[in-house]
């Protein structure tokens, strides 16, 4: 089972929680804080600089999914990339697979 939640997961920046609440119902007593990351997917055709964003309602593991989804859509002719930002940023940041 961990393997699979490591392979899915496409960094180790977030752990899969959407707030304080739920850190604290899903790993028990919990002291430190949950940023709350939001996350993007942006896809385009091979080609063209300009991609269609798509927001995110979720985790990165989610985030994943959207782009993996998307990215069938163009039959191997697509590119992709997921993104992330935290309040505290300016922007957005490509979230590198590892």
């Known amino acids: 089972m961990a393997d699979y939640l490591l392979r899915r997961r496409p ?4 752990a899969g929680y959407r707030d304080q609440a739920h850190a604290a119902e899903v790993a028990g ?5 949950v ?20 927001p995110v ?8 999914d959207v782009l993996q989804r998307e990215l069938e859509t163009y039959n191997g002719d697509g590119w992709g990339r997921i993104e992330y930002t935290l309040p505290t940023m300016e922007g957005w940041e490509r979230l590198d697979p590892q």
Do not use: C, L, N
């Open 11 to 14: 960094h180790g920046r977030d």
């Open 29 to 33: 007593d919990f002291s430190g804080t």
């Open 35 to 54: 940023e709350p990351f939001s996350y993007r997917v942006v896809v385009g055709e091979k080609g063209s600089e300009i991609g269609r964003v798509i």
């Open 57 to 64: 309602d979720g985790t990165a593991m989610d985030a994943h």
